[in-house]
């Protein structure tokens, strides 16, 4: 039903439950009542979508209620995130999934864990978002393990996941935004049928993503995020304690001031979200996520029909939800009009080298004396690792160096697959507290990182400040790179690059998906 209401261009309308701790109780109960309600009302409602431990504390899984929840005959969308599952446990996942009938996922990076039985639960993200869509994709098309027999392989029964992706532009810095809209491109790259924004209270800002994707030709269609603002909410959101989701200080005095009625403002925040159903309907959007805390469902119904009622003034409504920061950066000019059908061109033009960092500089040079296969140090290096291997005690010599260096230039933790040159020479398991190797994840604020947000920048800006300055932005939002190779942990990423075990060496270098170089 989400599937093909989207692909025949019907605006779509998802609502969202946070299910909580516990087998049952009130927010279990608030998604199962809402799924017969709207079922026995007869309202079109096109999935119930339903979190995955967010926030990062755990929660029942959105995988038991999906189940019941299409009981009633509606379509469930499962939030999809690899922050507490490895790629084997995301396969074993899916197909219960698709044994369950379950087929709308959204696959999401996750929340770091914020608690946790004893203390907080590791964080996982053995995959990031850009590599759980292609193995999701290719499970759709039948995956290829190796069979019984040396050399030979066979493919498991196809799965019939409608696979939806998530964007976050409401970044504060060109260096924070600009690789959203690069990881969103590749997360489309990697087959994502559909996109929803991340939730957010300025419609110029959620218009970029629609004019990013226009100037890019990704064609897919993309649902706006409606989330009902409580006081409440807006004052954790506002503090920064939500990763991702922002509330300015001029949001923040209206929800207070709303706050003051007697019903607590609940009337004028369900109005503002009416309104911006119904701006995402005249914007041209596919359709609208809708949620906020505690919603029952007559709220929602609410929001639906009035939106329904608003929809032709949509344009009047605009400058009501335009709470944007002081000097926040915008990656496109003001819109002549937020009607759709322009075009703009893409945002990312060839830019003057500006100053270049003096690691990143050093860094390149060295890459391409010896990484490059074409130079002669690599040929050289390549012929003695194939002649010695790596168990040799001049490659373990080798090894010895190689670790404390990259420890102390990069915070290398000697993962043995490196991903340096495709990360501007930032290291993805020293610098990202989730290790990602394709982009940000959504919960950086203001450049700095959702887990240090006092002490670390998100290690992506400095990556994209440094490729910019090199004209290099082309690798950041094009080159996927696969999951790291865990059986390489601890060995010489040197040794493995030279001799074809790593990700980026020819002998093993995967398939890009279609799209991506
Ligand atoms: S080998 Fe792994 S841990 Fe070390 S710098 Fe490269 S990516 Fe980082
Ligand atoms: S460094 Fe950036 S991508 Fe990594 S966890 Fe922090 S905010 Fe997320």
Partial sequence: MLKIALQNGEFVITCEFVPGRGKDGTSVDAALHFARDVAASGTRIHAVSLTDNPGGNPAISPDALAPEIQKYGLEALVHFS???????????R??????????????VTGDYPASGFEGHAAG???LDAVQTVKYLKAMNAGLEIPGAKKGTTIRLPQTNFFIGAAVSPFKFKEEELLPQFFKLEKKIAAGADFVITQLGYDMRKVLEVKRYMASRKLLVPLVGNVYVLSYGAAKTMHAGLVPGCVVSDELLSVIEAESKAPD???QQRLER?????AMFKGMGFAGVHIGGFALKTDDFLFIINRAAALEAQWEAFIPEVAFGRKDEYYAFPPPQTYRPGAVDDDPVKPIGRGRRSFSYACSDIFHRLVFERQSLVCKLLTRYYRAVGDRSWLARLAHAVEAPVKALLYDCQDCGDCALPDMAYCCPQG???????NGPCGGSTRG????YPDEKPCVWTKAYQRLKSARKLEELRTQYVP????ELAHTSGWANYFLGRDHAAPPVKQAAPEGIH
């Fill in 82 to 92: 690899c922050r507490d599952l490895n790629r084997n446990a995301v396969e074993s």
């Fill in 94 to 107: 899916v197909m219960a999934l698709a044994r369950e009938g379950i087929n709308n996922l959204l696959v």
């Fill in 124 to 126: 996982v993200f053995d």
């Fill in 264 to 266: 607590k403002g609940k």
């Fill in 273 to 277: 979200a009416a309104k911006m159903v």
């Fill in 431 to 437: 610098q990202c507290a989730k290790q990602q190797r």
């Fill in 448 to 451: 700095m990182c959702e887990v």
């Fill in 483 to 486: 999951p790291r190779k865990m």
